[in-house]
C-alpha cells in the first residue's frame, strides 16, 4: 500500500469512528418511546425535517443515508396526501421485544383512505440504547399477520 493511500484510509476510519461515536443514546426504554412519540407527531403535521432532525442524533447511519430518507420522504409525501386524503389521527399500535437485546413500536398515521405506518427498532448496545431504524410505508395489511 502507498503511503498516501495508508494515510486517506487512517483519516477515513478516524472519520467513520468519530461519526459513529457522536450519536447519542437513551438509558431507558422510556427515554426511546418519547422520541417516537414526538417524532410521529411531527410527522403526523408533515414536519418532515423536524421530525429527521429529531432522530438524526440518535440513528447511527451515515449522513448522506439521512438526508436520502429525508428527501425522499418530503417528495412522497404530497403523492400521499393526493392518493390518501389528509391525515387525521395517529397511534402508537403495537410494541415488541426480544428480551433486552431491543424493541420495536409502531404507529399508524390515518388518512382518509388508509393510514401510513411508522416504525421505529432500537437496539441495545454497550453504551445505551440507539435508534436501529426509523422508516414509513403504506403497508398497513402487514399488521394482520
Not at 30 to 51: H, M, N, P, V, Y
Amino acid at each position: 500500500m502507498k503511503p498516501a493511500s495508508f494515510v486517506i484510509l487512517i483519516l477515513v476510519s478516524a472519520t467513520i469512528a468519530t461519526a459513529q461515536t457522536e450519536k447519542q443514546t437513551f438509558s431507558t426504554p422510556e427515554e426511546a418511546r418519547d422520541l417516537s412519540k414526538r417524532a410521529t407527531e411531527l410527522f403526523f403535521q408533515g414536519e418532515i425535517d423536524a421530525a429527521v432532525d429529531l432522530v438524526t442524533p440518535y440513528w447511527p447511519i451515515p449522513d448522506q443515508d439521512i438526508d436520502a430518507f429525508r428527501q425522499q420522504t418530503k417528495q412522497s409525501m404530497p403523492v400521499v396526501a393526493q392518493r390518501y386524503g389528509t391525515p387525521f389521527k395517529y397511534l402508537k399500535i403495537k410494541e415488541q421485544s426480544i428480551d433486552f437485546v431491543a424493541f420495536k413500536e409502531v404507529y399508524l398515521i390515518q388518512y382518509e383512505i388508509t393510514s401510513i405506518r411508522v416504525i421505529f427498532t432500537y437496539y441495545e448496545g454497550p453504551n445505551g440504547l440507539i435508534l436501529n431504524g426509523f422508516k414509513w410505508d403504506d403497508n398497513m395489511s402487514l399488521e394482520f399477520e
